[in-house]
């Protein structure tokens, strides 16, 4: 089992540039999310998926698309990079979206936005 | 607004002795609590959590309190640990889960 995997590891934008940060898990959860974390402001909810086909947006969605095509991938698109999107980015997958279902994360990709 | 705050942003303690980690939320709805440890360049690591309708939890080394009526929540260690140094997100869950800023713990040999 490998997890939740996130590549790249590292990136470094431009501002307006485009990309996508990959994540995948093969753990078959139903659950999958992604967190931005900044300094100061802990783990901040971007957007969320209970299932293939079906995402909602959480705390800080905006500059940020995500899709759920399968059980196992929750790519996040930024669309067009901003200075404020530089933070360390954390896939997380569960069972099911309740507190009881422990949440795995990703090793977390840092992204700088110039 | 912020709905899980950890006011502690540091703490330190000498190996051997308790740690106490502390943490007070805002929405009532919220029904389990979890503690998260994440070392640099890791992700975070699930910890141990609490249900709403529990008061205390208890996992070796660990253990959760929760004082619903005064929404806080805490995590003690005892004893203490170097290797216990990392950062200790308190989060809450009620549909979606909402993380504290975090509270980096430092071990002294």
């Known amino acids: 089992n490998a997890g939740v995997t996130q590549t790249p590891k590292f990136q470094v934008l431009k501002t307006g540039q485009s990309m996508t940060l990959q994540c995948a898990q093969d753990m078959n959860h139903e659950y999958m999310s992604w967190y931005r974390q900044d300094p100061g402001m802990g783990l901040r909810l971007i957007h969320y998926s209970v299932g293939a086909g079906i995402t909602d947006q959480g705390e800080v969605p905006n500059g940020y698309n995500v899709s759920r095509s399968t059980t196992e991938d929750f790519p996040l698109r930024l669309l067009s990079a901003a200075p404020s999107q530089t933070s360390v980015y954390f896939c997380?997958?569960?069972?099911?979206?309740?507190?009881?279902?422990?949440?795995?994360f990703g090793p977390g990709t840092r992204l700088t936005v110039l | 607004d912020q709905q899980v705050k950890q006011n502690s942003p540091s703490l330190s303690v000498q190996e051997g002795r308790i740690s106490i980690l502390n943490c007070d939320y805002t929405?009532?709805?919220?029904?389990?609590f979890l503690w998260y440890k994440k070392y640099p360049a890791e992700g975070p690591t699930f910890l141990i959590s609490i249900s709403s309708i529990k008061d205390k939890n208890e996992d070796g080394r660990f253990t959760v309190f929760l004082n619903k009526s005064a929404k806080h929540l805490s995590l003690h260690i005892v004893p203490s640990q170097p290797g216990d140094s990392a950062v200790y997100f308190c989060a809450a869950s009620g549909g979606d889960m909402r993380f504290g800023a975090g509270t980096r713990l430092t071990v002294k040999p």
């Open positions: 929405n009532s709805m919220f029904d389990y």
């Open positions: 997380a997958s569960s069972y099911s979206a309740s507190g009881a279902d422990t949440q795995y």
